[in-house]
């Protein structure tokens, strides 16, 4: 089950990689339309500035102690193994995604309790993992699976959190704030939710759960419906944890932005104290979001557990049922 994690991580960090960079053509209009609208001064505007630097980029800026900036050039890898549409370039959403997993290995490797009695950091540890294993996986997927889904669950709440966090500290980049990377979350979760129901029903009870237990007459409606639900959930992980983690560092940069926009000192004591709330607001919402996007997955997990069940069930019955005339 640990290497099954270790594989789903990489595998979702791998396709927030790939999927950032499929279309290049995004961060080529965002610069043209960064010089676009630039003002008679040349100067950019308010939303150039803002967007650019929540949008993800090949290079690094650090603002140098001596002065002026410091730029980082990231690797660029277009057409990756000779196929023309991989391009698996580094940007520094895929940088951060590096760090935050590296982090998340030392997290465990250092809170790793030496003793039957955890002490320090390895009791808020601990206390984390028992939240999520008590009052997310087993309330949600039930007592006699939830121990298998347990380890996904943290490690993909302790990787968010973290990503989340990030966002917070100067200099970096908040990799849940990029859409390619919350989708490489939720395929996960989708494929973990998948392979938890057909654990339980089995391959046919899976199908059989798509045809929504309706007469065949109506299977080219239902059909079709329940193939949508199924990828609903995780689309809606995706954009609740993408827009979440964007929406709060757009807002803190606007209310920043209102100095420059009203261009007086007066409103300066206002901007801040609201951009300084909201800067708050926002250590708070890494951690809420981690919770909910961990809450659902388990949520999706236990609905699908809990249909194969019900189906094993149904099949049970329909054979004891049948089995009664023979005697």
């Not at 690094?60 to 050039?73: H, L, R, Y």
Request: net charge negative; charged share 15%; aromatic share 10%.
């Amino acid at each position: 089950m640990k290497r099954l994690l270790l594989i789903g991580l990489g595998l979702s960090l791998m396709v927030g990689a790939v999927a950032a960079h499929a279309d290049e053509s995004g961060p080529s209009r965002a610069t043209a339309g960064a010089e676009n609208a630039k003002g008679e001064k040349g100067e950019p505007s308010v939303s150039d500035v803002i967007f650019g630097h929540v949008s993800d980029e090949h290079e690094m800026e650090f603002q140098s102690p001596f002065g002026g900036e410091v730029k980082i050039d990231l690797p660029r890898i277009p057409h990756a193994f000779g196929i023309e549409w991989l391009d698996l370039s580094i940007t520094k959403h895929t940088v951060w995604m590096w760090v935050a997993a590296i982090l998340v290995v030392l997290i465990f490797a250092l809170g790793r309790p030496r003793s039957i009695t955890p002490s320090g950091f390895g009791i808020v540890l601990e206390t984390l993992v028992l939240f999520v294993r008590d009052e997310i996986a087993k309330p949600t997927i039930g007592d006699t699976d939830y121990k298998r889904y347990t380890p996904y669950l943290c490690s993909a709440f302790f990787f968010i959190l973290v990503c989340n966090l990030l966002g917070v500290i100067p200099y970096t980049a908040t990799p849940t704030g990029n859409i390619s990377v919350t989708a490489g979350l939720a395929l996960f979760t989708f494929i973990v939710t998948q392979a938890a129901t057909i654990r339980v029903a089995g391959v046919g009870g899976w199908l059989a759960h798509l045809t929504g237990g309706v007469h065949w007459a109506l299977w080219p409606i239902m059909i079709p419906i329940e193939i949508m639900g199924l990828f609903a959930k995780p689309f809606a992980l995706a954009l609740r944890l993408f827009a979440n983690m964007i929406a709060g560092h757009i807002v803190i940069f606007y209310l920043l932005a209102l100095i420059f926009i009203f261009r007086s000192v007066l409103i300066a004591p206002a901007s801040v104290f609201l951009a300084v709330c909201i800067y708050m607001l926002e250590i708070f919402v890494a951690l809420l979001q981690a919770y909910v996007f961990t809450m659902l997955s388990a949520v999706f997990i236990g609905l699908g557990v809990a249909s194969g069940h019900h189906g094993h069930d149904e099949h049970s019955d329909q054979g004891e049922h049948e089995a009664k005339p023979a005697h």
